[in-house]
Nanobody, 117 residues
Framework: QVQLVESGGGWVQPGGPLRLSCVAS???????????TAWYRQAPGKQRELVSS???????SYSDSVKGRFTISRDNAKNTVYLQMDSLKPEDTAVYYC????????WGQGTQVTVSS
């Protein structure tokens, strides 16, 4: 089955940037390219929430809390989805995951993002 591996998280001061990557393996590039994919996040004590999504043809959408600060993109040749995060805030602290917009695939381990001074 498909395996998702997220990376790029870490600790950053408020206002700083991070770029997350998510690689999908055990799936062909053709199949991967057909899926609308998304980034989610889960903060301690909270439910996992949708942060941003990108359709197969590259149309993007963002939650109100990250709009204007985050940018989602994809490279179908690499089975990879990216999340460029700028102007990070402490409330962005969470474990970040990727999946399809229908949460089709098994969840990966996620990547921790911590924003603090």
């Amino acid at each position: 089955q498909v395996q998702l591996v997220e990376s790029g998280g870490g600790w950053v001061q408020p206002g700083g940037p991070l770029r997350l990557s998510c690689v999908a393996s055990r799936v062909s590039r053709v199949i991967f390219s057909r899926y609308h994919t998304a980034w989610y996040r889960q903060a301690p004590g909270k439910q996992r929430e949708l942060v941003s999504s990108i359709t197969a043809d590259g149309t993007t959408s963002y939650s109100d809390s990250v709009k204007g600060r985050f940018t989602i993109s994809r490279d179908n040749a690499k089975n990879t989805v990216y999340l460029q995060m700028d102007s990070l805030k402490p409330e962005d602290t969470a474990v970040y995951y990727c999946n399809t917009v229908l949460k089709t695939w098994p969840w990966g381990q996620g990547t921790q993002v911590t924003v603090s001074s």
